[in-house]
């Protein structure tokens, strides 16, 4: 499963635009064992950030109790056309990102 | 002042032993208030302003849907700054923290969440004005996440 992004392709000045966002992890709590009675270890997104403008406009700050690839839906507020980034954050650091680009007119 | 009448002494003496063995089991588990103090530094949390909406019940605790609001101007002098999920039974009290910037346009946020256990899902909203807002849902969960593979 790859990751996925709602985001509406333009907006008016203005209104308040819904994001959903999907990312493919396991968000393996580190609380489960395998058959062989072995724990599994952490596997665990900490932090989401979307960012519009070269602005943050919300953040996350995931837990072991967030489900398996996780779910975010939140909002901004429509300014001006340009780019809207997302960057999700694993416990050892690794950074993903992914960009759309929304017109407001 | 009236005196009991034997009846009612009679539900007083069956009462009151319940009413002081039902409090204890309605207050929220340690571990999951001392998560709270340590993230609102101890400040005072008032009932109210936040709508946290969850289903009464799952069959699976694998993942909850979860939503938060806070009915907020959003302004850089009035606004939502952050929301943080807590749960009571889970094998860690913290859920997920939401943070928000007047430039979000509203302080909602949902996910889906685990639940590991039947349990009160708290929300608490810190303002800008430093102040603290919460609500809570009790979900009843059938199959629990967490222990099985």
């Given amino acids: 499963m790859a990751t996925m992004i709602g985001l509406p392709k333009s907006a008016k000045p203005g209104d308040i635009v819904e994001v959903k966002l999907l990312l493919a992890h396991p968000m393996e709590s580190g609380f489960r064992g395998d058959f062989d009675g072995n724990k599994i270890p952490r596997d665990i997104i900490t932090e989401v950030r979307c960012l519009y403008l070269d602005e943050l406009v919300f953040r996350a700050e995931f837990f072991p109790a967030v489900s398996a690839n996780p779910f975010l839906g939140f909002t901004f507020r429509a300014v001006k056309s340009g780019s809207v980034t997302f960057t999700w954050t694993d416990m050892d650091g690794n950074e993903s990102h992914e960009v759309r680009e929304i017109t407001v007119e | ?149």
């Avoid at chain 2, 009991?4 to 588990?29: F, K």
């Avoid at chain 2, 700054?81 to 909602?108: K, M, W, Y």
């Avoid at chain 2, 899902?121 to 303002?127: D, E, G, P, Y």
Wanted: aromatic share 4%; hydrophobic share 45%.
């Fill in chain 2, 1 to 149: 002042m009236s005196r009991l009448s034997r009846r009612q002494a009679l539900a007083l003496t069956i009462g009151a032993p319940l009413m002081v063995r039902l409090t204890p089991a309605s207050a929220t588990p340690g571990a999951m208030q001392a998560a709270i103090a340590s993230w609102s530094k101890g400040a005072a949390i008032e009932p109210g302003l936040v709508t946290l909406t969850l289903p009464l019940l799952v069959a699976s605790g694998n993942a909850v849907p979860l939503k938060v609001m806070v009915d907020s101007p959003m302004t850089p002098e009035d606004h939502v700054a952050e929301i943080a999920i807590f749960n009571e039974r889970n094998p860690l009290p913290d859920v997920i923290r939401f943070h928000f910037t007047p430039a979000s346009g509203r302080a909602q946020a949902e996910t889906r969440i685990r639940l590991s256990d039947t349990q009160k899902v708290h929300a608490i909203a810190r303002l800008s004005d430093g102040t603290f807002r919460s609500a809570a849902v009790n979900v009843v969960v059938t199959a629990p996440a967490c222990v099985e593979n």
